[in-house]
């Protein structure tokens, strides 16, 4: 998993079966600094809680899909977690 | 599958009981002509290989598919100690 | 498997249902000589790893549903093993624990009406991980 700030929305109404309801949402991939880090990707919400400008963590690859309702769909980044904290021995800067 | 050379042993005596009794074997990725294409592993060892030998390797799920590894926590499987290959007729490498 | 050191922890309160309980470990990914090689991963713990620690990190799914014991689980990377040493070339390198001062910076995303109960330090969950390995008492050994 790696860290990620949502920083937009993606709506389409025409999706692949089992994509229904699914919350899309644009984040922007951090490195442990929280900086940005790599190119933006599109996620699709699996804790439903997610929203623009915060901090979560996401999931890559087959395991992406595990974290939805119905795990065979064609999903390859979901978020799977909001962060509240994140502690380091170094002290994470902003 | 992946080439690659045993540059090192690892010890980990604090570990997931269900990977006990395999050496676990740094290796260093090789590319086509030999040289070390600047990644590592460390992957169990399935078939005795030693420091210094060039093997043939396996990552993600792929893995788990070895006798030994079989439904086991594994994401890098060492499975073959390479003799020699050759790329369009020429002899890269013999052991 | 890929060598890292465990730099800090996130936590987390709003997720979903497979990571309750579980502690997440931001690790450092390190090269066989113990040097950093770039990069981080965020993972679960499976053998109560700890702030300084060098660890082995396992990343592949259906291995880290079955380490974990959570069948479906979206989890790919997990802490499978402490490092004791990586022997490599004539000189073997021991990777012992960084001793650093922790330092808790929090990074709250979007405010919420109340503040996690997990978010504060003072959880068992927390407090363990966060601890440098070599302040702390023996691991008593996970069974199963």
């Given amino acids: ?94 | 599958m992946l080439l690659g050379r045993v540059t090192g042993t690892l010890v980990a005596s604090r570990k997931e009981p269900l990977m006990e009794g395999w050496p676990l074997l740094v290796v260093r990725q090789l590319d086509a002509e030999n040289h070390e294409a600047g990644g590592y592993v460390v992957a169990a060892d399935t078939v005795g290989a030693g420091v210094g030998e060039v093997v043939l390797y396996a990552t993600g799920s792929s893995a788990r598919q070895t006798e030994t590894t079989r439904d086991r926590p594994c994401d890098a499987v060492i499975m073959a100690i390479v003799d020699t290959w050759e790329i369009g007729g020429r002899e890269v490498y013999r052991k | 498997m890929k060598i890292g050191r465990v730099v800090g922890t996130v936590v987390s309160t709003i997720n979903v249902p497979a990571f309750d309980g579980r502690t997440l470990l931001l690790c450092d990914l390190l090269d066989p000589a113990g040097k950093p090689a770039g990069g981080y991963v965020i993972a679960v713990d499976s053998v109560g790893a700890g702030a300084g620690e060098t660890v082995l990190l396992l990343d592949e799914g259906n291995s880290a549903r079955q380490v974990l014991v959570a069948p479906g689980a979206p989890i790919r990377t997990v802490v499978v093993g402490i490092v004791d040493a990586v022997d490599e070339g004539p000189a073997m390198v021991v990777l012992g624990t960084m001793e650093a001062p922790l330092a808790a910076t929090a990074r709250v995303g979007r405010a919420r009406p109340k503040a996690p109960a997990a978010a504060r330090p003072n959880t068992p969950a927390a407090k363990r991980a966060t601890t440098p390995a070599a302040a702390r008492p023996a691991r008593p050994r996970r069974r199963r």
């Fill in chain 1, 1 to 94: 998993m790696q860290l990620a700030r949502v920083i937009g929305t993606v709506v389409a109404t025409v999706k692949s079966p089992g994509l229904e309801g699914v919350k899309l949402l644009v984040i922007q991939p951090l490195d442990r600094q929280l900086q940005p880090a790599g190119g933006q990707l599109v996620a699709a919400d699996a804790v439903h809680m997610a929203g623009p400008g915060e901090l979560v963590y996401f999931v890559a690859a087959r395991e992406a899909a595990q974290a939805m309702p119905d795990p065979f769909v064609p999903v390859d980044h979901a978020i799977v977690g909001i962060v509240d904290a994140v502690a380091t021995l170094d002290g994470a800067t902003p």
